[in-house]
């Protein structure tokens, strides 16, 4: 395996489901983010850690909680979602938190709530 | 007035032509400018970074940035197929955590036609 990895794919969920996306990174890298893309909207940054410690949190909504065991895994606990957190949810690793211009992606998890 | 305006397209053209996808905006503080590709059901991949004005070429793509007009192009030349994807511009500010800044424009999804 290498560069980033999330899983799974596709998830669809109802509103009162409780889910996790997992995020690996096999770069060696310090710092892990969460990303929101949604259709017609620029990347949205929800979450940054920095050697497994969070750094950033912006204004995300608390039916959203990050997890970082390690520096490399990265997890996105969902419960209680609503239809309009439907969107495709990019994780990305940077060599460090400070030098977040060279950004490497996963392929992302499409989540549809129902 | 948008921190960062992207024409999201779509933009199609025929192979072997020149292409120019741009960005406008209006921090003059941005001093990184990067450019990335995704593909579709892929998460987006860097291709060019510059640091501050001037023009950075590799291979077929070459990038430029005019901070006194706040504009930064891509060109692709002799486009392929291949190239067919969404073309996220993206520009930073700072040196980490709360100082830290990086905003993305939405994207235009380019189509070469063979």
């Known amino acids: 395996e290498t560069g980033v990895t999330q899983t799974p794919r596709h998830l669809v969920m109802g509103m009162t489901n409780k889910k996790s996306l997992k995020c690996e990174q096999h770069?060696?890298?310090?710092?892990m983010y969460w990303y929101k893309q949604s259709a017609k909207k620029p990347l949205e940054l929800m979450f940054v850690?920095?050697?497994?410690?969070?750094?950033e949190n912006n204004s995300v909504p608390s039916r959203f909680s990050p997890e970082c065991p390690n520096s490399s895994h990265l997890f996105l606990h969902l419960h209680t979602l609503q239809p309009e957190d439907s969107a495709l949810y990019l994780c990305?690793?940077?060599?460090?938190?400070?030098?977040?211009?060279?950004?490497?992606f996963g392929s992302g998890t499409q989540l549809s709530v129902l | 007035q948008k921190e960062v305006e992207q024409d999201p397209g779509p933009l199609s053209v025929p192979e072997g032509a020149i292409v120019s996808l741009n960005c406008t905006y209006s921090?003059?503080?941005?001093?990184?400018f990067m450019w990335y590709r995704q593909y579709s059901r892929k998460g987006p991949e860097l291709l060019m970074y510059?640091?501050?004005?001037g023009n950075k070429e590799d291979g077929r793509f070459t990038a430029q940035v005019d901070k006194s007009s706040k504009y930064i192009s891509l060109f692709i030349r002799d486009s392929q197929p291949s190239d067919s994807a969404t073309y996220l511009c993206?520009?930073?500010?700072?040196?980490?955590?709360?100082?830290?800044?990086?905003?993305f424009g939405k994207g235009t999804l380019l189509t070469v036609n063979p």
């Open positions: 990305a690793s940077s060599q460090d938190e400070r030098v977040r211009e060279k950004l490497f």
């Open positions: 770069l060696g890298h310090n710092a």
């Open positions: 850690y920095s050697l497994e410690e969070r750094v």
């Open positions: 921090n003059s503080a941005f001093q990184y």
């Open positions: 510059t640091y501050s004005s």
């Open positions: 993206a520009m930073s500010y700072g040196s980490g955590g709360s100082n830290y800044k990086l905003t």
